[in-house]
Structures are given as C-alpha cells and as structure tokens.
C-alpha cells in the first residue's frame, strides 16, 4: 500500500513539473491583457472618460488590442454630461461605431430607464467621431442603481463597464 502510494505521488509530480514546463515554455504565445480598473465620480463641470486601448504587440490591430473605459464605474447625477473621448494607441486611428459607440444597455435592478441616457456621437452629424457623448437624464427621485453600457469602436468586440447614479 505504501508502494503503490509513493509511485503515485512520484508520477503526480512528475506530471504536474511536465506540466508546469509546457505552460512556461508556451508562455510567449499566450498574452492575457488586462486594462487598469478604476473609478471616479463626475461632477456637472467635468466628466471625461477616456477609451483606451491595450494591445498584446506593438503593432496595435483589433486582433492585438482590447479597447477599454479608464474609468470602469462612474457615477453621475441628473445633468450631467458624460463625454467619451478615444485615446488611440500610436499608429491607429480608431473611431466610435457611429450609430451606437456609446450605448446604456441594462439596469442592474431590471428598473426600466429609457430616455435616462441621452449618448450620440460629437459633433452629432459625425460619421466618424472620436467622441461620444451622453447626456445623464436620470429623474430626481430615482433610487440609485447600477447601468451597463457599451463601448464599440468600429471592427473591436463590444466592451461593456458600468455607470452608478447617486
């Protein structure tokens, strides 16, 4: 018993080291990206989240780059304007989809919240705008709750982070 125990634990090990080699001798083709999560609080003067992009190469390319929010969680009251703006990685020009670069898609409760995000792109009659902006139109009144939106930057899969209303 003690025999066939020792062996196991010996072919274990040995399996787990073989393992953990072909996982650090692979680890140059694998890139795992992951953006900076903050937060921050707009204020009615000053609301700007910049989409920035991550890339796994120095050549930047929507099968090399992941776009993302500075700003995962924002929170905002009544009035305020949001305003998006994309950071472009150097040698890319990357543009909001225009006709839904910004885009609230969900309450968190499942509380009904059209019109409460007025989002187009600037200036409004852009067909390749950099900027999106959104208009916060929450009632006064209104409990507070969880909002997620969508980034999509024309050829990138859709990122979604999250807006609070306090």
């Known amino acids: 018993m003690q025999r066939t125990t020792l062996v196991t634990a010996a072919v274990a090990a040995v399996v787990s080291g073989l393992v953990v080699w072909f996982a650090v001798s692979q680890s140059g083709k694998v890139t795992i990206l992951s953006p900076k999560h903050d937060f921050g609080a707009c204020t009615p003067a000053k609301c700007d989240v910049k989409i920035k992009f991550i890339c796994g190469t120095t050549s930047p390319s929507p099968s090399t780059c992941e776009p993302y929010a500075d700003l995962e969680l924002i ?49 409004p009659s852009s067909t390749a705008p950099d900027k999106y902006w959104c208009e916060v139109k929450i009632p006064h009144g209104t409990a507070p709750d969880v909002y997620k939106y969508a980034i999509h930057i024309k050829t990138f899969a859709i990122v979604d982070p999250w807006i609070v209303n306090y």
């Open 75 to 123: 929170s905002v009251q009544l009035g305020h304007i949001i305003k998006f703006g994309i950071e472009n990685p150097a040698g890319a020009t990357y543009i909001f989809d225009p006709t839904d670069g910004i885009n609230v898609t969900k309450s968190l409760s499942g509380n009904p919240f059209n019109g409460y995000f007025d989002c187009h792109p600037q200036p």
